[in-house]
């Protein structure tokens, strides 16, 4: 505080003195460049790459057209020659994103003497410039700094020497060194190259132009990547940090200032806590800004067809942002989307007049190029020769999802019989959560060691997208010749890679309003009723059956399909007495249904004990890992079953063909056989209530 | 883990190292004090918060708490906030931001709120305070405060269960642009709870939410457009896509759900 007033006044005499001397010289040509000469160029921005290098979907192993570098790179390439005066620049959030990138940095992390595939790529695309986003935290400071090959002045961040990095300058302005008291990375850079001008009679001359660059990412890397930042680095309001280097990089010689704004667009009144500080930074005397962090289009797309402009940015205020052309508070902005599937383009025309370029801007343009630009249907080509620059990092990868999870399994773990009974494919990922919770409450919140920590999960694929669309890990897996399961199964068996564990802490009256809403999936079953029932007649929401288990099966439910919803759930258990409905329970889920989805009683973000940066996923992942061997022995048992009733017509579900073997190898009775198929291929197994 | 910055005896030290350098710059005649000059502005107050929490900076924690015990209630919120981040002084964070919230300070009203409802100590818990507190911040326009006060009435916390006045404070909180807000008002539709059915206002606060990527928002949108094409609101994306970003957001949002 005291310092930055200080320098302020400092800095003003300075910048006054300096930009006193030019006029000295009066006016005329400085350099040897005619007044009125005039240069067109263009900014080129990319924004959240998050490691797209290659259009391609690591989990499915498929190839994706919709995204990458290698089809950004055709872009890149036409924009250049449309315009070959240029700069191009990259907004940050590189690093981190597909599996490639966590590949490179966690599972076999990239050494110094190798370049990420990501900057080797940013590298052959001869890159101006660039600055950091948020994402670029993610895997730790040692880690940045080494790929960054950039000192960052922290003890415990070792320095790296000569390691692979991108050959651009790399800028960061409002994160410093907490012990330092110094940015990170250089706060701004001058990026001088030699564009061909007009000089007024018409001749063509080679002209210096300078570019200085800024880079601000949001406060909220404190939060999100704490465990990685906190006491390490500190954070400054994006825009006292412009406005401390706006006038520095002036007055040592920058014709242009851009801002690259690893954030969007917000209209709320500035906070230097903001997330998205684009609109306030365009106030702070640059000549361009470039936004990203929020993956939207800006300006509105302009090919036939194009998506219209997000809502969020048409709410934005008219008078500060002109969503068509491209302006925000008069500066030209352009927000590149993400993956690589747009390219920002600002041309902008300036005029050299009494010794300074001066920017023409009613010739300024700005436009969000997608891959489908020519005539809004024909995808741009992959830059064929972009492939074989990653080859080795692409295969290592696919490898990778491949490659032994180092545990076994002694059976078929499916959700073909799910709704009837089998937890073959949930019990796993309950145990999973389980030992979670359990081990983050003995750490973290020890006065809570006392509650029981259940868990639940659903089937999350089981026939909701078609009749095969089931999940089945290991279907070969027998006691005599167990199954090695892949890096890749733990997505089989917790489907969403996007979810984070999260638990609660509830009564046991809303455990069972909890399992009450569950159970709504089932129709009514009228057991007088001759004609065919369907127990689940949609699998829309099949997500949210929710199956709940305890350690060693201490809870146990039955549900009584015959009664309305609401009043299903009999004989609910705990270590062998009937729920209490002001015990105190802990239940391991996910994000989601701790936040809300699906409209339980009372989950709704209120009751969240322990929110984790972990994915779901990863947690299944490592406790496969710790245990090694799965059995079946340890995971036959279900925690519920239906509340047995005779029925006087049959009773079915839809599932897989062909799986009634499976049924049987798991000891499920009430599976009796398999009928017909329906109209949409799935198969009706007969389903006896009494079993 | 935690930096010992905030102890009691580093935080006098600090602030005796900083009296001596004050006093020195005092005497080079510039015009800091916050007794001569005219009131900070929040940003400006805010901005030294950020050194204070984060550069650990003993100038800025001190420059933060004269502001505070002059009675500047953003000073005294961010105070607060600082207290509340650690062991040893959170107890002194619920005094600072009653003394905030008395100031009119909204989000250190929210903060108490937060606190009665849901303390560390169980035995704290004050369900009416928790009302009050959420209320005086509500009525002032903060969005998460009037989503915890619909939440509380919703589900019969420290009174009678009443899901239409629950769900009202959830739209005043989605008006305000609460993301979280606007999820729990979609649910009330599609369920007809507290409010009447309305699929349609359904899916335009569901993607709405999604777009301020609330991660449960994010997630059932991906659901969603995994079983039809998205026609509602101003475009439609894959669902391969939306699962995509909910990924990538899950690394930061994963204490976005209050």
């Known amino acids: 505080m005291l310092r930055y007033k200080t320098r302020t006044r400092t800095t003003l005499l300075v910048t006054t003195l300096a930009a006193a001397l030019p006029l000295l010289n009066g006016c005329g040509s ?40 290698d089809r950004t790179a055709t872009l890149i390439t036409s924009a250049r020659s449309e315009n070959p005066n240029n700069v191009l620049l990259d907004d940050g959030d590189v690093i981190q994103g597909t599996l490639l990138g966590d590949y490179q940095a966690v599972a076999s992390p990239v050494p110094c003497s190798d370049t990420l595939a990501v900057h080797k790529a940013m590298n052959a695309l001869k890159f101006d410039g660039g600055g950091m986003g948020n994402h670029e935290f993610n895997y730790g400071l040692t880690f940045l700094s080494q790929v960054t090959n950039r000192d960052f002045g922290i003890t415990s961040v ?105 954030g969007g667009l917000d209209a709320s009144a500035y906070s230097p806590n903001m997330e998205n500080a684009g609109l306030y930074l365009s106030q702070t005397g640059i000549d361009a800004l470039l936004l990203g962090h929020a993956h939207l289009i800006f300006p509105q797309a302009k090919e036939t067809g194009g998506p219209a402009i997000d809502p969020s940015i048409k709410a934005l205020p008219a008078s500060q942002v002109d969503y068509v052309n491209g302006f925000v508070n008069g500066v030209p902005a352009v927000m590149a989307q993400s993956w690589g599937r747009r390219l920002g383009i600002i041309k902008m025309t300036l005029k050299y007049q009494g010794g300074k370029w001066v920017v023409q801007k009613d010739k300024t343009t700005t436009e969000a190029r997608g891959f489908k630009y020519t005539d809004g249907k024909t995808n741009v080509a992959a830059d064929p020769t972009f492939a074989p620059l990653v080859a080795k990092e692409h295969d290592a990868t696919i490898a990778y999802a491949q490659q032994p999870l180092g545990a076994t399994t002694d059976f078929e773990m499916s959700a073909f019989f799910a709704l009837v009974g089998d937890v073959s494919a949930i019990q796993i990922v309950n145990q999973a959560q389980i030992d979670y919770v359990k081990t ?8 809570k060691a006392g509650i029981p920590v259940i868990s ?74 001759t004609a065919e029932q369907d127990l689940v007649p949609s699998y829309a929401t099949i997500y949210n059956y929710d199956v709940f288990y305890a350690e060693n099966n201490a809870l146990t439910y039955q549900i009584d399909v015959t009664q309305p919803i609401g009043s299903r759930i009999v004989h609910l258990m705990y270590a062998g007495a009937a729920v209490d409905p002001n015990a105190d329970f802990i239940v391991a889920t996910n994000d989601y249904r701790a936040g809300g989805g699906g409209n339980f009683p009372g989950i709704d973000g209120s ?32 925690s519920w079953s239906f509340a047995k009733v005779t029925t006087a017509g049959p009773v079915i579900l839809r599932s897989q063909s062909g799986k009634l073997a499976v049924a049987q190898a798991l000891g499920l009775a009430r599976v009796t056989a398999e009928g017909a198929q329906d109209a949409s291929g799935y198969a009706k197994y007969a389903i006896d209530l009494s079993k | 883990m ?27 005649g510039s015009q800091w004090s916050s007794i001569a000059s005219p009131p900070p502005a929040s940003a400006e107050i805010e901005a030294v918060a950020l050194q204070a929490r984060w550069g650990q900076s003993p100038q800025a924690q001190w420059q933060l708490r004269q502001w505070a015990e002059a009675g500047q209630a953003v000073a005294q919120r961010e105070l607060a906030t600082l207290m509340a981040s650690a062991d040893d002084t959170r107890s002194e964070a619920l005094m600072w931001y009653v003394r905030a919230a008395s100031n009119q300070d909204a ?32 009525q002032a326009g903060h969005g998460y405060a009037a989503l915890a006060l619909g939440r509380m009435i919703k589900n019969g916390e420290g009174g009678p269960a009443d899901a239409e006045t629950g769900v009202m404070w959830f739209r005043r909180a989605a008006e305000r642009g609460n993301a979280q807000a606007k999820f729990l008002l979609a649910n009330a539709y599609a369920s007809g709870e507290g409010v009447a059915k309305d699929m349609d206002k359904y899916y335009q606060l569901l993607e709405e939410s999604a777009e301020q990527h609330f991660p ?27 699962f995509k970003e909910a990924e990538e957001e899950r690394r930061n949002r994963w204490q976005q759900i209050r």
């Open chain 2, 216 to 242: 449960p928002a994010m997630h059932e949108l991906a659901l969603l457009a995994e079983q039809r094409s998205v026609t509602h609101g101003a475009h439609a994306e894959s669902a391969s896509h939306l």
């Open chain 2, 107 to 138: 989000e250190a009203a929210y903060q108490a709120g937060e606190i009665y409802r849901a303390p560390i100590h169980p035995e704290q818990r004050d369900w009416a305070k928790a009302r009050q507190y959420y209320l005086q911040a509500a």
């Open chain 1, 607 to 638: 009751k969240t004990i322990i929110k984790s940066p972990d994915a779901n996923q990863t947690v299944v992942s490592n406790y496969l890992r710790s245990i090694k061997v799965v059995t079946r022995a340890g995971n036959d048992t279900p």
């Open chain 2, 2 to 28: 935690r930096n010992n910055c905030l102890s009691p005896r580093r935080a006098l030290i600090g602030i005796t190292a900083v009296m001596l350098c004050a006093l020195g710059f005092f005497a080079a």
């Open chain 1, 30 to 69: 400085s350099g040897g460049i005619a007044e009125g000469t005039t240069v067109q160029l263009a900014l080129l921005e990319t924004t959240d790459l998050h490691s797209n290098v290659l259009g391609y979907n690591y989990y499915s192993l498929s190839a994706d057209t919709t995204v990458g570098m």
């Open chain 1, 158 to 262: 070792p320095k790296p020497n000569g390691c692979g990095s991108p050959t651009f300058p790399l800028v960061l302005t409002n994160v410093s060194g907490v012990a330092s008291q110094k940015p990170i990375f250089d706060p701004y850079k001058i990026i001088t190259k030699t564009f061909s001008a007009v000089a007024p009679g018409g001749s063509t001359v080679q002209v210096p132009i300078k570019i200085g660059i800024m880079s601000f990412v949001p406060p909220q890397i404190m939060s999100w990547d704490a465990k990685n930042l906190t006491g390490l680095v500190s954070v400054d309001g994006p825009v006292e940090s412009a406005k401390k280097y706006v006038p520095e990089i002036r007055s040592n010689g920058a014709d242009l200032v851009v801002a690259l704004s690893h």
């Open chain 1, 440 to 447: 983050y409450i003995a750490k973290a919140l020890p006065a």
């Open chain 1, 456 to 529: 639940c999960s659903a089937p999350f694929k089981a026939g909701r997208n078609g009749p095969t669309d089931f999940t089945d890990v290991t279907p070969s897996a027998t006691s005599s010749n167990p199954a090695s399961l892949q890096v890749r199964n733990p997505g089989d068996l917790y489907l969403y890679s996007n979810n984070n564990v999260q638990a609660v802490q509830i009564k046991g009256a809303d455990l069972k309003n909890w399992l009450e809403t569950s159970a709504k999936q089932f129709a009514q079953i009228d057991p007088t009723s």
